[in-house]
């Protein structure tokens, strides 16, 4: 069974800076996904990064980087320059075989980044 | 290019009515899955399905809920008959086939639902 952690429920990150968001994940699958995603409070879903367990290099996409350490099973988000609109919730998710071929996405319970100006 | 598209925004029902939610997933993708978020529980994934088939509903509460997918650009989830704990924000979210697991899930805007 997959299973995503993250601990921090609430952030807070002063205007400009940087933050570090943290997931840790299990899963007994070698090859999987983690994604995160960002949940304003007009309650879409927004696709923010991916990191594949194969891949070497961090992933990074404009302010976003992913801290992966794969043998602590760890996938922090990093947002640098942090912006009043980055205030929101955020999910670190996990895709993988659960067995049957199928590929879920788990997501943990979220943390709430609050940005102060 | 058209996202996913679930309807109605919102709903609002009594105890024990039939409620249907609707979604329109983007075309070309392959997977599509029903997700219920609520404070207590976070997103749980209820249902998905690939090429129209469901594949893994063990998410499904009970017998209560249902899910359908005629056709590759429609899908349904139906409670009947439904109760105030089913009230959530539903959302129905595709990727595409291939790389499935690199593949990102796109999300609608999801349906609040409450039930009184």
């Known amino acids: 069974a997959q299973k995503i952690t993250q601990t921090q429920p609430g952030m807070f990150v002063q205007e400009k800076e940087a933050v570090t968001l943290d997931c840790t994940y299990d899963?007994?699958?070698?090859?999987?996904?983690l994604f995160w995603y960002k949940q304003p409070s007009s309650g879409e879903m927004i696709f923010l990064i991916y990191q594949g367990s194969y891949d070497e290099q961090n992933a990074t996409e404009g302010r976003y980087s992913l801290n992966f350490q794969k043998a602590r099973k760890s996938a922090n988000l990093v947002i640098s320059a942090s912006q009043l609109g980055d205030s929101a919730m955020y999910f670190c998710a996990l895709r993988a075989s659960s067995g049957a071929g199928s590929y879920q996405l788990t997501f943990g319970k979220g943390t709430k980044l609050s940005v102060i100006p | 290019d058209a996202g996913v598209i679930q309807s109605p925004r919102h709903e609002v029902t009594e105890m024990g009515q039939e409620v249907t939610l609707r979604c329109k997933p983007i075309?070309?993708?392959?997977?599509l899955f029903w997700y219920r978020q609520t404070m207590m529980r976070g997103l749980e994934l209820l249902i998905y399905?690939?090429?129209?088939?469901?594949?893994?509903d063990s998410g499904m509460p009970e017998d209560r809920f249902s899910a359908k997918m005629p056709n590759a650009s429609f899908s349904t989830l139906k409670i009947q008959p439904s109760e105030p704990r089913d009230s959530a924000v539903y959302f129905c979210a595709s990727s595409p086939r291939g790389g499935a697991r690199n593949s990102p899930l796109h999300f609608g805007n999801g349906t609040r639902l409450t039930v009184t």
């Open positions: 399905f690939n090429n129209n088939v469901p594949i893994d």
């Open positions: 075309s070309g993708h392959d997977y």
């Open positions: 899963t007994s699958d070698q090859s999987y996904g």
